[in-house]
């Protein structure tokens, strides 16, 4: 008698077909979305140097990347802007002809099957920096709610099929999903970054997004790194006033928070794989310290296992590739 078990695991990895035949977990493309950054402008391409491969895009450039993205497969876009002036209160978020009111007109022209996802935030609006509105050098959480709602409803009314409140205040959901509900946009799902911690991974988005802090940091709103019983309750907190979609991010770090969140509750989850997680792949791979196509397959796997429904994503539009050639 073989002094091995019966059940010899090796059997089913000989091969690459074998493999994919048990594979439990998969990665599709239509799990991922795109983050897009549009800035004012025609014409206008500025590729981020932290983070190879991305640019800052004019909406007209947005509507034709859009299209490739969806030609891809590739089914949404999360809608990032920098507008032409920013001020203290973020005015420039809640303008009806905005960046992102214009790129969402552009890009449902260029390409209409597109689930167009808008972030809802004024970091990116507010001369400070900060996602909100100020008092003294403390962002008022109250006053902020208003500006939000506000901000969620200009996109609705421009076209979003989803809003992303991704700036931590309490009780932003709520607000924006009964500004929505009695503006008649009751049909429109909010994604809230429900766990969003104060992550050192933001640097390249932050450097896309022209949004760092002009003084501080964002501690005081985002989540301690340490603390995983919080997220539970931020996520609850979301899920009560009204989130469809709840998100974690980071994405890898926070592998054990996606989990969690998916099993106590149920929802779809996203993970927002950051600009800092897609940086360091790039760097190590562009050094031949790793192999660039195995790891970013390797990640996203990981996410998805975790218990990640959707995929926020830098590499959405490689990875499309990737399995499109797999699938070949």
Excluded at 67 to 91: I, M
Excluded at 96 to 116: H, K, N, Q
Excluded at 246 to 264: F, G, S, T
């Amino acid at each position: 008698m073989s002094r091995f078990p019966a059940y010899r695991p090796r059997r089913l990895r000989r091969t690459e077909a074998l493999r994919h035949l048990v594979r439990e977990t998969r990665v599709a493309t239509e799990q991922l979305i795109q983050p897009l950054f549009v800035v004012p402008g025609r014409g206008v391409e500025h590729p981020v140097p932290s983070m190879p491969g991305v640019a800052q895009r004019s909406v007209d450039r947005a509507a034709e990347e859009s299209r490739r993205l969806a030609d891809l497969g590739v089914p949404a876009v999360l809608l990032f802007g920098v507008p032409e002036t920013k001020d203290a209160r973020g005015s420039g978020a809640v303008h009806p002809d905005g960046i992102i009111p214009r790129a969402l007109r552009a890009i449902r022209a260029a390409a209409p099957e597109l689930v167009l996802i808008t972030d809802v935030c004024l970091c990116e609006y507010t001369d400070h920096g900060h996602c909100g509105i100020l008092r003294e050098r403390e962002v008022d959480n109250d006053p902020t709610l208003g500006v939000l709602a506000a901000e969620a409803l200009a996109h609705a009314r421009a076209g979003a099929d989803v809003v992303a409140p991704s700036d931590m205040m309490d009780g932003r959901v709520g607000a924006i999903r009964a500004a929505l509900d009695t503006a008649g946009f009751d049909h429109i799902p909010i994604m809230s970054y429900a766990a969003k911690f104060a992550s050192g991974l933001y640097g390249p988005f932050r450097n896309a997004a022209e949004s760092t802090p002009a003084f501080g940091d964002r501690r005081s709103y985002q989540m301690d790194p340490a603390n995983a019983d919080e997220a539970l309750r931020e996520v609850a907190l979301d899920i009560d006033e009204g989130a469809d979609i709840v998100m974690v991010k980071p994405a890898l770090p926070y592998l054990d928070i996606i989990r969690r969140v998916k099993e106590r509750f149920g929802y779809p989850v996203a993970a927002y794989q950051v600009s800092g997680e897609f940086a360091m792949v790039k760097a190590a791979a562009a050094q031949g310290w790793i192999e660039e196509r195995r790891v970013v397959h390797e990640s996203l796997t990981a996410i998805r296992r975790a218990g990640a429904d959707i995929i926020i994503t830098y590499f959405a539009k490689d990875a499309a590739r990737l399995i499109e050639q797999g699938r070949a």
